[in-house]
């Protein structure tokens, strides 16, 4: 299958998975949703090892993306593809936000049954909600699977899933900035680990041989924890008040 056929594709049949999988889970919110979601990660993972068209096992092959005879076949080729991708959809999430649909998502965010008083349809929204968000992640996912060129169950893990979480957590949900913000930390963080656990490792040898996977653990879970104690709104809310106090500047108080 074609790489221009398969990427829009890849966003729509994982957003109508999103839709057969949030449906049941509309009456819930909070901790329960999140639980919810994780359960149907795991349903998500049984079905492709199990299923033929899936790879099962074995994974599938997706070869490398081509244009008029021209070959995407190394990450500095896939790179402009990516960008140029990442640049429609932010534009696209963010002009979401001044639509009908992006006021009806802050109302349900904020206060459900006020929303609801107010006239939105929950049921519609939230399941539009829901296939907007996998739509986003099957476009990754596709762009990730023509970038490796190879895609198989163990490379989507419960740790992956619980990362770009934290990602948001650190970010700062609901904001498009937050969400980069929260990438660029935690890949910072990840060569922070990785660059100094070596050291560690020979300033305490109880650590081990490589310690980067545990510390790597041990520092993600940490930051998660101060954002939510200290700034639960995340970088975004702090960029927010930097941008706020540099226009007032020199009467920013």
Known sequence: LS??????????IAGLIGIIGGAPSLRI?????????????????????HLEITGSFKGLFPPPPSLVGFEFDTDERMYYIIMTVMVIMTYAARNLARTKVGRAFVAIRDNDLAGEVMGVNLYYYKLLAFFLACFYAGIAGSLWAHLITVVNSEQFTLMHALEYIGMLIIGGMGSIPGVFFGVLFIRILNEVVMFTSPVLAKTFPWLGTSPAAALGLIAFGLAVMIFLIFEPRGLAHRWEIFKASYRLYPFAY
Do not use: E, N
């Open 3 to 12: 790489f221009w056929i398969a990427l829009p594709l890849s966003g729509i």
């Open 29 to 49: 919110k909070g901790m329960y949703l999140a639980m919810a979601t994780i359960a149907i990660h795991f349903v998500v993972i049984w079905l492709i090892l």
